[in-house]
């Protein structure tokens, strides 16, 4: 049973929504709708993981690099870069070994949030 989740906010939820599932590879659990369109409320999964998505109807500034980011872990860092990165995701740090045995990379998604995946399961 999950018991943390994430949750992260976007100017225009449905399209960081369609954006999230193309590059990261979240697929949509739930979506509730406001009666003025927006998203009020989203669940995306992927694996055993879980994020909520919303609206954030003001811009904020972008994070640092450094300031916080998500830990996904996911099987194949190379082929789950490659993807982000044809969807436009910037890759921060490129795949790189630990000296922990996982395989790693960190990018950003199109609001600025930072996201780490790698092949590390705790």
Known sequence: ?????????????SSAIDWLCAAFGFTVHARHDAP?????????????????????PDPRP????????????????DAHCARARSAGAEI????????????????????GNVWSFGTYRP
């Open 1 to 13: 049973m999950r018991t943390i989740y994430p949750i992260f906010r976007y100017p225009d939820a």
């Open 92 to 111: 921060v740090r490129e795949p790189f070994d630990t000296d922990y045995g996982s395989r790693d990379y960190t990018a950003r998604d199109l609001a």
């Open 62 to 77: 972008r994070p640092g690099d450094e300031d916080w980011s998500v830990y996904v872990a996911v099987d194949d860092i």
């Open 36 to 56: 003025d369109g927006s998203v009020a409320h989203a669940e995306l999964t992927l694996d055993t993981g879980m994020i909520m998505v919303g609206e954030l």
